[in-house]
């Protein structure tokens, strides 16, 4: 069974950074693409970041472009969210997502746990 | 920017069937995926691709998707269905996924 395991997050202030990181298993991690995905309390979910297979390619959503870096170590099989800049509005629970495809995430196929950020003064 | 369009709440009774759309302009020409999330699990994917069931979903589970509104349907509901469902799909003019606002499913 697929297995993505959280870890990183928790409390920053406005303006802090903090790390997220992704530990996969049970697939091939260096065949598929992987993101991220929050959901601020009480909202829906919102997509976040993704990055190619090889890593050549990486896209963020418009409220994160230039704050939040996506990386991967396919050797380790781990996926890495840099949160720069923090705002309020980041304070969410953020999910590691695989997707299908190599080069883009269309369809979500697996989940982790999620962990939480919250961004407060 | 497309518009997609859920119910925030559906209840229903053990047993009986849930209904729960995601709706869009001529959202029958994507394909539409179906996630649940339930209060301390990890998502799932319990549709893709319309009506396709990954390993593991009941045969219970299904979904269709024709003209402006996709449905995912849950027959003989179980208390372990009670969950926040939400669809996605593939917005190729923007090229990035874009969800629905989610639809909290209540099992009476």
């Known amino acids: 069974e697929v297995e993505l395991v959280q870890s990183g997050g928790g409390l920053a202030q406005p303006g802090g950074t903090l790390r997220l990181s992704c530990a996969a298993s049970n697939f091939d991690f260096s065949d598929s693409a992987m993101g991220w995905v929050r959901q601020a309390p009480g909202k829906g979910l919102e997509w976040v970041s993704a990055?190619?297979?090889?890593?050549?390619?990486?896209f963020h959503a418009v409220s994160v472009e230039g704050r939040f870096t996506i990386s991967r170590d396919n050797s380790k099989s781990t996926l890495s969210l840099e949160m720069n800049r923090l705002r309020v509005e980041d304070t969410a629970m953020y999910y590691c997502?695989?997707?299908?495809?190599?080069?883009?995430?269309?369809?979500?196929?697996?989940w982790g746990q999620g962990t939480l950020v919250t961004v407060s003064s | 920017s497309y518009v997609v369009t859920q119910p925030p709440s559906v209840s229903v009774a053990p047993g009986q069937t849930a209904t729960i759309t995601c709706g869009g302009n001529n959202i029958g020409s994507k394909s539409v995926h179906w996630y649940q999330l339930r209060p301390g699990q990890a998502p799932k994917l319990v549709i893709s691709y319309d009506n396709d069931r990954p390993s593991g979903i009941p045969e219970r589970i299904s979904g269709s998707n024709f003209g402006n509104t996709a449905t995912l349907t849950i027959s003989r509901v179980e208390a372990r269905d009670e969950a926040d469902y939400f669809c996605q799909f593939w917005d190729s003019s923007a090229d990035l996924p874009v969800f629905g606002g989610g639809t909290k499913l209540t099992v009476l």
């Open positions: 997502v695989r997707g299908e495809l190599s080069t883009v995430i269309k369809v979500f196929l697996s």
């Open positions: 990055i190619s297979a090889r890593g050549r390619a990486t």
